[in-house]
């Protein structure tokens, strides 16, 4: 008889959040990368239906329809890729660590991760329980043109409580953003 229990490694699931006001090719190929170049087991698109940081700007297109258009536009494309309305469900504001968090109590079964643009890790540590997501979260770094993360990831996973940043610096880049194609429909 066996005294101890093999461990089991838990699937990796990689989660990309946004409002994706709208979805646009560069969302698409940062899908594509983690599933053709991570170990993540599943990939998560998290649309958030109304980001802290955003509030007071308005979307343009309410939440249902850029779930919607993120549902259609994976489908379009051919993506594994699960298009998520958790944080629809969840009471607002919706903070990352919170969506974590439910996410961990309710598929304790899965490892996720974080995955965010290299524009956006150097303002991580001032998130809501931001260190919390650096401790208990492997982070993931998709680089954007014109932010070298490289200095700010390395700072990071020297921190003494860290659970690891990885950065994707080789990774494919593009310049599309959503703020961009919003600009261009309202001129």
Not at 31 to 49: F, G, M, Q
Request: overall charge positive; proline content about 7%.
């Amino acid at each position: 008889m066996c005294l101890f229990r093999r461990s089991r490694k838990r699937p990796v699931v990689a989660l990309l959040f946004g409002s994706f006001n709208p979805i646009h090719e560069g969302h698409l190929a940062i899908l594509r990368y983690l599933l053709d170049h991570t170990k993540a087991a599943e990939v998560r698109l998290v649309v958030s239906p109304q980001s802290p940081f955003k509030e007071g700007q308005g979307l343009l297109d309410n939440a249902q329809k850029r779930l919607s258009d993120a549902r259609a536009a994976i489908a379009a494309a051919g993506l594994a890729v699960t298009v998520s309305d958790v944080e629809f469900r969840l009471a607002p504001p919706c903070y990352t660590i919170h969506t974590l968090r439910h996410l961990q109590q309710t598929e304790p079964d899965r490892e996720f991760v974080l995955v965010m643009g290299g524009d956006n890790i150097g303002s991580l540590e001032r998130w809501y329980k931001g260190d919390e997501i650096l401790r208990d979260f492997a982070v993931w770094v998709y680089p954007r043109p014109g932010y070298d993360a490289g200095p700010v990831v390395d700072r990071l996973n020297a921190g003494p409580a860290c659970k690891g940043v990885t950065y994707f610096a080789d990774a494919p880049q593009n310049p599309i953003s959503s703020t961009e194609i919003r600009n261009q429909r309202t001129k």
